[in-house]
């Protein structure tokens, strides 16, 4: 059974930080491409950012480019989100995902002074 299990969520005040995890089972986790996608309140997923199955490559949206850095590590199964300079607008609900559209419970950002 896959499992994509998101932590690393919470409340910070604008221009802060966040590291957001994804522990991956269920699947050669190596194997796949994966990504990061949200949901604000109110609206519909919007993707974030994509890595390849090597992590050698990876690409943004425009609204998070420079601001957020996805990785992977392989050998733990494990795929990050960090985040920095958040502003209230990155305010969502974030799941990672394998590319054929499985994903997580979600973990809660918000942004707020």
């Known amino acids: 059974e896959v499992q994509l299990v998101e932590s690393g969520g919470g409340s910070v005040q604008p221009g802060g930080s966040l590291r957001l995890s994804c522990a991956a089972s269920?699947?050669?986790?190596?194997?796949?491409?994966m990504k990061w996608v949200r949901q604000a309140p109110g609206k519909g997923l919007e993707w974030v950012s994509t890595?390849?199955?090597?992590?050698?490559?990876?690409s943004y949206a425009t609204s998070v480019l420079g601001r957020f850095t996805i990785s992977r590590d392989n050998a733990n199964n494990t795929l990050y989100l960090q985040m920095n300079s958040l502003k209230p607008e990155d305010t969502a609900v974030y799941y990672c995902a394998k590319t054929d559209g499985t994903r997580g419970q979600g973990t809660q950002v918000t942004v707020s002074s």
């Open positions: 890595i390849n199955s090597s992590g050698n490559s990876r």
């Open positions: 269920g699947f050669t986790f190596s194997s796949y491409p």
